[in-house]
Nanobody
Framework: QVQLTESGGGSVQPGGSLRLTCAAS????????MGWIRQAAGKEREFVAA????????DYGKSANGRLHISRDNTKNTMELRMYNRTPEDTAGYYC????????????????WGRGTQVTVSP
């Protein structure tokens, strides 16, 4: 069993930056894809970003617009999402997700989920 713990959420002003971290425990996730899914109040889940187990392949959702960078450290069982130039539309709960492939994470078909961390963008 894998437990995923997110950290780094909080409040930021428009134009600001945040760094989210996901730490996996219970077993290594070094051979899994890792990613982030977000969900705003009253809206459906939205794919944010994913990275494959080699860290060579990265994929970003439609809302990224060059404002995101995803990375991972398999030696530490962690993943990081750096978010830049935030707007109020980026306000949402951000969930760490782990699955066999990054394509499955695009479809929110993760095998493991974290509890989420809230990101709020407001003046």
């Amino acid at each position: 069993q894998v437990q995923l713990t997110e950290s780094g959420g909080g409040s930021v002003q428009p134009g600001g930056s945040l760094r989210l971290t996901c730490a996996a425990s219970g077993r290594t996730v070094g051979t899994y894809a890792m990613g982030w899914i977000r969900q705003a109040a009253g809206k459906e889940r939205e794919f944010v970003a994913a990275i494959d187990w080699t860290a060579f392949m990265r994929d970003y959702g439609k809302s990224a617009n060059g404002r995101l960078h995803i990375s991972r450290d398999n030696t530490k069982n962690t993943m990081e999402l750096r978010m830049y130039n935030r707007t109020p539309e980026d306000t949402a709960g951000y969930y760490c997700a782990v699955g066999p492939t990054w394509k499955k994470l695009q479809e929110s078909r993760a095998e493991y989920w974290g509890r989420g961390t809230q990101v709020t963008v407001s003046p």
